[in-house]
């Protein structure tokens, strides 16, 4: 078994133990060879027999080696050591001298402005390991700490997910410490950094109230209410911008939580400068989001209508062109001089190229039944049939309305229809 005087690989002693978790234990150990205080993590002997956990023990130590940023513990080391003739693998790690956040929170709970500069600086870090694809998905006080400076460091990405290792999670299986478990986390095996968010959002409320948001007997209990139960409200004294920084974050959804640890982070900087203003009020940028479609609608909605509309006009006024063709019918009827003279000049036009000798044959029989024949064929017989009647009126209007016409080719139609009769010499 593992304990203080322990040699892994001849070089690193252990001293001291500082923590442990469900896959192993972190100890205090002094490199022989390069002379400094390291962190050691030793994965389970128990755990090292399940090649699942070996190769998810390696993940964490490659997904913290390519990470460079403050706020996240640097990677020195990786090995295998016998230990009491079992295999023993090892991860050594920068050692941080100071205390985890939990054993903080065990003095009492944080202030909004100190709450805002962890969440802060812990978004920071999470956002530097999701822009390499990689998800913490243990975000917890125990694997947060506090440097003597008071900057955080974050540790333990034993159970980390990186995309390009793959999921590597059993069936059935749900790996996240129950109370900041995200709810998807036990609906789907989507893993996303929207994850990382909500556990954050757990830690500020801890850290604001001194306990978690949720409490069971089990760790299925505590699951359950992440899933269904509301959040409960914070103490009346967080100001505004704290409480929708952590409101925000604890949405059930993703989609509803902010979009990122950087704009989470980014919104905790503006919460802690001015805790009483709204760092992104996220419902004001819905409606704007809402008023933009609707206006966007109704101007398509106005030119689709008017668009539709507008070929209509064209339609109604063709309508009512045709029948002014039929005034001739009334017109006729109350006032025969003027019907006899709007007949008269297209009549004027076609006959005026060909000889009316024709058209002389066609009344001279009808002479008498020009009454029948206007009634029954008004559109076309009409301009030809009142001939015969007025032919004394127009003769004498026709040369003073239309001036470019001197002599009325009229009077000469009554000579000819008397040439065709009988008494023509």
């Not at 205390?99 to 978004?123: C, I, K, N, Q, W």
């Not at 709007?342 to 006959?351: D, F, H, I």
């Amino acid at each position: 078994m593992l304990g203080a005087g322990t040699t892994l690989n001849d070089r690193y002693v252990l001293t001291g133990r500082l923590g442990g978790g469900g896959m192993g234990e972190v100890w205090r150990a002094d490199d022989t060879v390069l002379g400094r205080t390291v962190a050691v993590k030793v994965l389970m002997p128990v755990l090292t027999e399940n090649p699942s956990f070996v190769q998810r023990f390696q993940n964490e130590a490659r997904a913290m080696a390519t990470l460079r940023h403050p706020g996240v513990v640097d990677v020195y080391d990786y090995g295998v050591s016998e230990v009491d003739g079992r295999q023993v693998s090892f991860l050594v790690m920068e050692y941080v001298a100071g205390e985890s956040l939990d054993h903080v929170l065990r003095r009492g709970a944080l202030g909004p402005e100190a709450t805002m500069r962890l969440v802060a600086e812990v978004g920071d870090a999470l956002a530097a390991a999701h822009a390499q694809g990689i998800v913490h998905r243990d975000v917890k006080p125990a694997n947060l700490m506090i440097r003597p400076d008071g900057g955080v460091a974050l540790t333990d990405f034993g159970i980390a997910h990186s995309a390009s290792t793959g999921h590597l999670t059993a069936t059935g299986t749900m790996l996240c410490s129950a109370g900041y478990c995200a709810p998807e986390m036990a609906t789907s095996s989507d893993v996303t950094p929207a994850v990382d968010v909500y556990a954050l959002g757990v830690v500020a409320y801890e850290c604001l109230t001194g306990q978690l948001p949720f409490q069971g007997d089990t760790p299925v209990q505590i699951i359950f209410k992440h899933l269904n139960s509301p959040i409960p409200r914070l103490p009346a004294d967080v100001p505004a911008g704290p409480r929708q920084v952590v409101e925000r974050a604890l949405e059930k959804t993703p989609d509803a939580r902010w979009p990122s640890v950087a704009l989470m982070a980014e919104a905790a900087r503006t919460a802690m400068i001015s805790p009483a203003t709204l760092p992104v009020p996220r419902r004001r940028r819905t409606m704007r989001a809402v008023l933009t479609i609707t206006a966007a609608v109704a101007v398509s909605a106005a030119v689709a209508g008017f668009v539709w509309l507008r070929p209509s006009a064209p339609a109604s006024v063709g309508r009512t062109e045709s029948p002014a063709a039929t005034p001739t019918v009334t017109e006729t009827s109350p006032s025969p001089p003027a019907t006899a003279k709007q007949p008269l000049a297209p009549a004027k036009r076609t006959s005026s190229p060909r000889p009316s000798v024709s058209k002389t044959t066609v009344p001279t029989p009808t002479a008498t039944v020009t009454a029948t024949e206007t009634e029954t064929e008004t559109p076309t017989v009409s301009p030809t049939t009142p001939q015969p009647e007025p032919t004394e009126e127009p003769t004498t209007d026709e040369p003073e309305e239309p001036t470019s016409e001197p002599t009325i080719s009229r009077p000469p139609p009554p000579g000819e229809i008397q040439c065709v009769r009988a008494p023509c010499p």
